[in-house]
């Protein structure tokens, strides 16, 4: 059977009637998730602020890292227009969610569906470019999230100059809107840094700089296990992973370990991902137990030697 054989046979997975009844979006279960994603920044937020003046606030600056870097999950969803019901609620919330990370939602749109089209190919999956660590030493690298900061500074600079080198993906008639939607992101950057210096106020530093460094590692770790070791084919069953997760990651990543069913089926929005996963779970390969087992996997499979990829 070849790989686009496997890929046409995984979508009857589900029945038409099922496939339909999954893939109903709505808004009011997208703002209750962001509700409840919102609010524990709020309470990260207070404990931060608690907390100044002691050593406590580092524990807690690492706590609004990590929910401000899973806001990449409230992204993710965004752009496959599945978080909510409403095309203009989805491009607002994702615009706004992927500030924290410098991450531009209306570039990464056309980036993360190249993802789709071409997953796992070496040659077109922009994912793979640079590609997955190959040693011990890249591994590490990759983790650190100093290649990830290098990379946004970059792309932003790019992109705002209207420089799409490397990104063949984002259609031409694309391009004027993801100059203007970077250029505004930008602008609130400057914005938000200006005022707070004309202010002397540190807020970005404790509430929104410090935290996105201490939480971006594991957020890094955490994308290292969606196709890391997986297939580098077509075939959908086959080069994805799914992560039986602990339902507190499953919450603040949108129920993004699901990851199968979610390339499978792209359509399903992130609340319906748990009842396609109880309907296929059979017939998925790559089902890991955890992220750090995971983890622990990919970097022994690794080579020793020192290296990095930046």
């Known amino acids: 059977m070849t790989d686009a ?19 109903q979006r709505s808004d009011a279960r997208g703002l209750a998730r962001l509700a409840l994603h919102a609010g524990l920044i709020g309470l990260s ?24 870097v899973t806001l990449f999950a409230t992204i993710h969803e965004t752009v496959h227009y599945t978080a909510f019901r409403s095309r203009w609620l989805n491009e607002a919330v994702g615009w706004l969610a992927a500030l924290p990370s410098m991450l531009n939602s209306t570039y990464y749109k056309h980036f993360h569906h190249a993802h789709h089209r071409h997953t796992q190919d070496p040659a077109r999956d922009p994912e793979l470019t640079p590609p997955p660590p190959a040693t011990r030493g890249e591994f590490w690298w990759r983790i650190t999230a100093i290649p990830y900061w290098i990379g946004r500074f970059r792309s932003l600079g790019k992109l705002a100059a209207g420089n799409f080198k ?14 203007r939607s970077v250029r505004l992101m930008i602008a609130a950057y400057a914005l938000a840094l200006g005022s707070a210096v004309a202010l002397g106020n540190a807020w970005p530093v404790f509430y929104w700089i410090v935290p996105v460094v201490l939480g ?27 992560t039986l997760a602990a339902w507190p990651v499953r919450l603040l990543m949108w129920n993004m370990p699901f990851h199968v069913e979610h390339h499978l089926y792209p359509s399903i ?11 296929i779970r059979g017939e998925l390969v790559h089902v890991a137990p955890g992220y750090l087992p995971t983890l622990r996997s990919i970097h022994a499979e690794l080579g020793a030697a020192p290296g990095r990829a930046a």
Not at 10 to 23: E, F, G, N, T
Not at 220 to 241: I, K, Q, V
């Open 216 to 242: 971006q590692p594991f957020l890094r770790a955490y994308l290292l296990t969606e196709h890391t070791g997986c297939s580098e084919d077509s075939n959908g069953l086959t080069n994805t992973r799914t």
């Open 269 to 279: 929005p992130f609340h319906a991902l748990p009842a396609l996963h109880g309907k």
């Open 45 to 68: 937020s207070y404990a931060i602020w608690h907390t100044q003046g002691t050593l406590w606030v580092l524990p807690a600056m690492l706590v609004q890292g990590l929910f401000l």
């Open 166 to 179: 490397g990104a063949d993906f984002v259609p031409e008639k694309a391009k004027p809107e993801v100059v």
């Open 5 to 23: 054989s496997v890929n046409r046979s995984s979508h009857r997975l589900v029945s038409p009637a099922d496939l339909k009844a999954l893939s």
